[in-house]
Each structure stands twice: as structure tokens, then as C-alpha cells.
């Protein structure tokens, strides 16, 4: 049965940062493209960072320079850096493989606000 658990977001004033952390069960996570997607109110979930099972990583424009994704492939858990944060970084934050086959935890919220 694959499952994520989200964990790390909460409110931060514009220009800080957080740490978002994922543990997933899932089967042969080394071997998956794993990413952080975003989901605004009243807009459609949205990928924001992914990485392969190279390490590579490829992020969507908006965040590029400000977010890091990471993945501990011992520990089963992909990681998000989000520094320089902005209120329109609003949103629940979900990991899940890419693509995603559906497949979602309970997500994390983030709040960017002064």
C-alpha cells in the first residue's frame, strides 16, 4: 500500500523559510522520480520540484533559486527547502511519485503571511 506522510509546514512571514519532509512507503522509492506538488485555494494541484533517482533535480520557474528538493533514499523520505518565501507560496504541500498515479498523503500546509 503506498502512503506519504507530509510534514514541516506552518506560518512564516514573507522572506523565511521552511523545511518540508516526506516519509514514503512505497516500493523501490531509489528507483521512482519523487516531487513536492502544491495545491492553492480555488487552483489546481501544481508540480512544483522534482528529483530522479540520479539526484537530478528540475523545479518550476516560479520557485526555481528559492527551493531545494532532496531525497534520503536509506530513509525512504524526500525533503523541500523553501527559503525567500513568498505569500504566494500559499498552499498544501503534497510529495508523491511523478507522476503521481493519484496516489496522495494528507499534505502539509504553508502559510506565507506578515
Known amino acids: 500500500q503506498v502512503q506519504f506522510v507530509e510534514s514541516g509546514g506552518g506560518l512564516v512571514q514573507p522572506g523565511g523559510s521552511l523545511s518540508l519532509s516526506c516519509a514514503a512507503s512505497i516500493t523501490f522509492f531509489g528507483r521512482r522520480i519523487m516531487g513536492w506538488y502544491r495545491q492553492a485555494p480555488g487552483k489546481q494541484r501544481e508540480l512544483v520540484a522534482r528529483i530522479m533517482k540520479s539526484g537530478d533535480t528540475i523545479y518550476e520557474n516560479s520557485v526555481k533559486g528559492r527551493f531545494t528538493i532532496s531525497r534520503d533514499n536509506a530513509k525512504n523520505t524526500v525533503y523541500l527547502q523553501m527559503n525567500s518565501l513568498k505569500p504566494e507560496d500559499t498552499a498544501v504541500y503534497y510529495c508523491?511519485?511523478?507522476?503521481?498515479?493519484?496516489?496522495w498523503g494528507q499534505g502539509t500546509q504553508v502559510t506565507v503571511s506578515s
Open positions: 508523491s511519485t511523478v507522476p503521481s498515479w493519484g496516489s
